[in-house]
């Protein structure tokens, strides 16, 4: 017989059991290095697109031509670009489109790939069968490549990068639910809740759901890295954001012309992008190091 332990779990009330687990938590979090850092460095983005308005000094299409291509100086810390704009400004500014993109997809990709993973997952047979193959059929393109694809039919607006890339991601979100999915349908607390006769729809969304939502967090914040660097591709290649819009796949494709009479047009926002990519990754395997079950049975 399920003990109530066993059969309050996936509910949203706050047991003892769960606040031991969260307290764990907090405590593995803090004590893994990978993660805090990460944990930091996102932060400071966020931190930094919320006030760029207020950080950035000069506006980002405020042009001078007697001050471009200038090295960086006190007065332009980044150096201008060819046009006499300020760079330190416009990768300020261009940390919000990358944010907004990488964030905006995998919110997108989430809310749709984790529905259909674990559904597929608990379902099984038919339903399982007919929705893996639709997210396999997807998996087989490249993502950058499947993006392209989507943009071409949908237009190159920052809006429909972010539809493009939900799209591009939601295959793997929906495979990694499936996988917590299958795990979790055999546990004690779902056959309880099977012999209380709960509706197959208050199981996955009351029940399992929640307790497949840390692989899927991980998975996410691993794959916002990806979508900002596949928003700074699409940007290089013009069908991302758009001039006079500060992304920085753009100034990188802009900068790319100067790099030997003024590298650092390039540099920074290569800089910028490589940070972004790095935080959200070292954050991503951080996660996966505290949430990793096997890694707990051991402690």
């Given at each position: ?194 012999a209380r006769g709960e509706s197959d729809s208050r199981i996955v969304f009351s029940e399992v759901f929640p307790n497949c939502m840390a692989p899927m967090l991980v998975q996410g914040s691993l794959n916002v890295s990806f979508a900002i660097l596949a928003e700074a591709s699409l940007s290089f290649l013009g069908l991302g954001a758009q001039p006079p819009r500060p992304s920085w796949g753009l100034m990188i494709n802009t900068g790319r012309g100067f790099m030997e009479t003024a590298p650092w047009m390039l540099l920074f926002p290569a800089l910028a ?27």
């Amino acid at each position: 017989m399920a003990t109530e332990q066993e059969t309050d779990r996936g509910r949203f009330t706050i047991t003892q059991s769960q606040r031991d687990r969260i307290a764990r938590f907090v405590r593995k979090f803090r004590s893994n290095t990978k993660a805090m850092l990460g944990f930091t460095i996102v932060v400071l983005l966020v931190l930094v697109a919320i006030f760029a308005p207020i950080i950035a000094p000069y506006p980002i299409d405020a042009t001078n031509i007697e001050d471009r291509s200038q090295a960086p100086s006190v007065e332009h810390p980044f150096g201008t670009d060819d046009l006499g704009r300020d760079i330190f400004s416009r990768v300020v500014m261009g940390s919000r489109i990358s944010l907004y993109v990488g964030f905006g997809a995998i919110s997108g990709a989430l809310a749709v790939g984790a529905v259909v993973g674990v559904v597929a997952g608990y379902a099984g047979g038919l339903t399982d069968e007919i929705l893996m193959r639709v997210m396999d059929a997807a998996m087989a393109f490249p993502p950058v490549l499947l993006a392209l694809t989507l943009l071409v039919v949908l237009g190159p607006e920052l809006s429909n990068v972010v539809i493009a890339l939900a799209f591009v991601y939601t295959p793997y979100i929906a495979r990694v639910s499936r996988s917590a999915a299958l795990a979790e349908r055999n546990e004690a607390y779902v056959e309880a809740a099977i012999a209380r006769g709960e509706s197959d729809s208050r199981i996955v969304f009351s029940e399992v759901f929640p307790n497949c939502m840390a692989p899927m967090l991980v998975q996410g914040s691993l794959n916002v890295s990806f979508a900002i660097l596949a928003e700074a591709s699409l940007s290089f290649l013009g069908l991302g954001a758009q001039p006079p819009r500060p992304s920085w796949g753009l100034m990188i494709n802009t900068g790319r012309g100067f790099m030997e009479t003024a590298p650092w047009m390039l540099l920074f926002p290569a800089l910028a992008i490589g940070i972004a990519v790095v935080g959200f990754n070292m954050l991503g395997d951080g996660l996966r190091d505290v949430l990793d079950p096997k890694v707990e049975a051991i402690e």
